[in-house]
Every structure is written in C-alpha cells, then in structure tokens.
C-alpha cells in the first residue's frame, strides 16, 4: 500500500455532501474492485458497519453505504453518502435501523439519485451507472425473467408506494414457472395483504418494450391495479395500467405520462376479455402505445388492436434513471373487495434499442469528369424512422484528386447540421423521423487525375441505436476522367472593361481587391457545355502594381496569378482558364483598395 499526501475533496449532487480524504493505493488498481462487509449492527439496530476494500485509488473510487428499510437510504446521512477508506482499505460508518446493508464501490462518474426532496430509492441502488463493485448482508432477491435480470421489490413490513402496500419478496407473491412466465400475486399473509412488484436491474433507455400477458386484464378485483412501466420519478414515468378504480371502468386500462394530471397525458380504454400483448415505444420526441389481442408478436393484425395512442406532448421523461417494472398492488393498500388474492401471468419481454433507417445518397449529376475542372457533390443523409436519432455522423473523406474543397450544409424536416465547412465532412448531425440533412461539396479535379474519381460517404446511427438497413449506409459517386477536346474560335473580344466597340462584357474599371463574375459561355462562339477557353489576357492603364488571378467562378482562390504588371503597364500574357457548370470566370483583382487596373479578354478557342 502507498499512502499519498494529496487530499482528495468530492461532492454528490446533494447540497452540502461534500468529504475530503487522503489519496492510498490499496492492493493492485488494475484489477477488478472489490468491497466486503464483515461487521454489522445486530438485529437490524442502528450502530457501525465495517468491512475492507481492496484494488483501488482512493483518489478516482469511493465508499457509499446504503440502508434498505422499506425504501433504500444513503448513510450516515443524506448529505454525507461517501466514508473514506483508510490506507490499510478498511472501512467503517453509522448506519440508521436497516433490514439490509448494501456497500457500493463508486468511480467519480457516479451520482447520489437522491435529494433533499427524494431522500430514497425504491430500487437497487447497485444498479446505478458508476457503481465499480458493492456487497450487502442479506442477499437481496433476484429474478431472471424474459432474458433480463430483475430486482424483487421488498419493503416487509412496511407499507410504501404506490399503494401504499406492503411488497413482498417471497415466493408466494413473485415466482416464474416452468414455462418461464412471471407470475405476481397479492396474497393475504398473517400479517395482511401483501403487493408485489419487480424492477429490471438498469436502465435501458429509449427503445420499443413489450410485454405479453396471459391473464384476462379485464376483471381484476376493484381495488386491485396492474401496470407494466417505466419509472424515475412521479413525474418522469411511462405507465399501461389497468385498474378499475384507477380508470373508472371495471374492464378499464390506461396509457399514462406523467404528471397523469396533465391535460392530455392520460388515454382510458376497455380491454377486451383473454390475453393480450402490450407495446410502449419511447423516443425522444415521441412516445408509441399499442395493446392489442394475443400473445403474436409485432406488428398485429389490423382486427385484433385494442388500443393506440401517440403522446407527443411536454412530459415526456429523458433517460438514465428509469427502470422498467411490473407490479400488481391494491389501491390505497385497502384488500380486495371480493377478498380473494388474484396473480397475473406474465407470458414474455421484450426490449429493442431504438432503431432508425438512416440513408445517404451521393451524385455529381454526371457519369465522367474532366481533370481541372469544378466538380460539385450533393451528399444527403435521411432517416425513415421509426426513431429519431439525435448525434448521427455524416462523413465523407475528400479524394485527394480534388483541390480546395468547401462545403455546405441545410437541414429539412427538422434536420440539422454544421452550415458551412473545408476539407473533410465528419459532421454530428440530428436527424428527427423524416428529416434530412443536405450537403453541397464543391472543388476543382486536380489537372493531372488520371483514371477514375471515386468519392464516398457514409452516415453512422449514433450509440444505442441500431440500423436495421446498414447497407444504405453507404454510398459512392465514380467518374470516368477524361482528357478534354479543343476546338479553335475566331479570335474574338469577350472582355473589355474599357467598354465601347460591343464587346459582350465591358466596364466598369477593375477596382483594388475586388472579384468579378464573367459570364462568358454564350459569348464570342463560346458554348454552355465548354469547361475551359483558351485566351489572351491583357491589362492596361493600371494605378498601381499587382497581378490578376483568373479561376473559375465560386471556387477556392488559386495561389499562382495569370499576369503580373507595373503600374501604368501595359501587359499581356496567354492562358488556359476553366470555367464553373455555368460557363463563369472570376478575375480577382490583386492590388490595393482604392486603386484600379482595365482588363482585356480575346478568346481563341475552348474545351470540352
């Protein structure tokens, strides 16, 4: 062990649950964690609870005890849930009157999920993100059902929430048969009626649950209430319940967001007799409900839905903290009006991560491509549903055949991206059901690419979300490359901006830093399909020494000039320029502001 001089200061979001401890290395940090309990106080008294820790930096992992009575309490007190772990690794604290003590091992990503308004938990709070290794006397109990793992609810021989009712952990109330089906009673033990519910052991986020029960919904006791849910908070849950006192119809369910209160996030319905199969899709944007008849898997028949309800209002909760449940339990906590115990059969669930269709298409509008000439991509990235998607990637690595690429970007649909970019496409974007994200990619085919031009993107469905069509994914633009052909023209005056003599495009002067746009195709002989027009420049009557670039419209500024002059030169020099999809030419104007240069085009020729 090596004892550090660095105090170390931590805070759960709770105000004033602050501790500061000295740094130890205790056995080997590399190795998995872990936490044992040795002493407890007897009989469930208040007193010390003490035990040893062991791989561990006590500068990035820490101690958080817990006492479960009817609900699961942070110790000593909520606000000081962390004790610090001496350099030898043992530990000790005050616990309150527990029936179970549970010790978490915690990195500094974790957070206290309780407050001064939530002092507890009704669910393990060994289930929470951060929790490195925990140990507790007793073992709580555990259910595997439908290919998860799922707390057993226990607060004998308290009454709590909802309810209140007594929940109870033992066989009587929560077991799965041989058929693997959950089965949840109420039961009248010595002590009274008992409830029963359990609690999948973490979060699981946005995505589709479903559920399929055996037992008919239709004629459960007055008092009594099923319900299939996702629950944080009283505000933060997601419920299928079905309840007569709750919905007001003996053959009643209810899809619910919370607050239930809310105008508009509470839909009663009848459930028919025999069973049935239930379905809440949770996104952010949107929440799906469906029941319908039987146990068949999604989609149903048209025939047997019983009910469906899209909920797209304020309330809708966020993930991390919800747990999805099941519990069977009496209205407030009174016995069944006909006084019989009752069990629900749950056949089957199901859990699916969100799933999106995201697709990409690319195209250059052309099948060959000509080297030193513009080249404009039109990249668009969609999403067909049925879950938005929010940090999907939009990439797309520039071949290295193109020259000063810039690109772009629009959202539609409710789409969204980074507007405007250079180089490579590596964008975060957000992609609702619908939406699309539409790049433009412009830049100049290096004048000696030879071959073929092949340029891909690609779109990425962010984490915990699934693709069920990856291979749109994908897509690639190839163009043949191809030399251009060369015919002659008439030498012919496309640009006098001296004016006069009906040249096609004239004055006025060239100003100091200035860019002009020249038309050009449609002039002189020159065609709308030529790609570059072979010239002689010239430039007079200049007020100051510089130099003119000429490139095609709308593209990067080229880094080498077409003339370089004197002031009051007179100069003229032969070039090859090319010309963007329209037929354009800028003329940069390289001389200080405020000073001006006359510029004369004759054309001679152009490719194609």
Known sequence: MLAGLLSISYRAPVEGAQISCNRFIIGDPTGAPSVEIRTVPPGGASGTVSGVANNIDTSKVHLSGWAHTDRYYPQPLLTQPFTCIPSDGSWSYFTNPWKRVIVLLVDDTYQIPTSPSNPSIDYHPSTDPGVLAWAEIPPSRTISFGGEQWWVKDSAPYATGPGPCVFSPAETNVFVDNSGRLNLSIVQQATGWTCTEVVLDRSRGHGTYTFQVVSPLNALDHQEVFSG??????????????SPVLTGREDGCQYVVQPFDTP???????????????????????????????????????????????????????????????????????????????????????????????????????????????????????????????????????????????????????????????????????????????????????????????????????????????????????????????????????VDTRGGGGVPIGGPVLQGQETRVLAVAGNCGIPATAKAISINLAVTQSTAAGHLRLLPAGQAMPNVSSINYAAGQTRANNAIVSLDFSGHLAAFVGQPTGTTVHLIIDVNGYFE
């Not at 407030?332 to 999106?356: E, L, Y």
């Open 264 to 494: 508009g996030n509470r839909l009663i319905f009848s459930i028919p007799s025999g069973s049935s199969t239930h379905r809440i899709l949770w996104s952010a944007d949107h929440i799906e409900f469906l029941s319908w008849k039987g146990l068949q898997p999604f989609p149903p028949d048209p025939a047997d839905i019983i009910q469906d309800w899209e909920y797209t209002g304020p309330d809708i909760p966020p993930p991390g903290r919800e747990r999805m449940r099941f519990n069977f339990w009496l209205f407030n906590g009174q016995p069944p009006v006909g006084g019989q115990g009752a069990t629900v059969v749950i056949d089957g669930f199901q859990f699916s991560p969100p799933q999106a269709d995201l697709s990409i298409t690319k195209t250059d509008g052309q099948t060959t491509a000509v080297p030193g000439t513009p080249i404009t991509y039109t990249i668009a990235a969609s999403n067909a549903g049925p879950s938005a998607t929010t940090g999907a990637t939009v990439t797309d690595t520039v071949p290295a055949a193109i020259m000063g690429a810039t690109w772009t970007c629009v959202g539609a649909g409710g789409g969204t991206c980074t507007s405007s970019g250079s180089g490579n496409i590596n964008d975060t974007v957000n992609l609702p059901v619908g939406g699309t994200v539409t790049y433009t990619l412009t830049g100049t085919i290096n004048p000696s690419a030879m071959g073929s031009l092949s340029n891909a993107a690609t779109v990425t469905a962010p984490g915990g979300v699934t693709d069920p069509n990856p291979a749109n994914n994908f897509a690639t633009d190839t163009d043949t490359l191809r030399g251009l052909d060369y015919f002659t023209l008439p030498p012919c005056r496309v």
């Open 229 to 242: 849910f996702l629950f944080e908070s009283l505000t933060r849950e997601i419920d299928i319940e079905c």
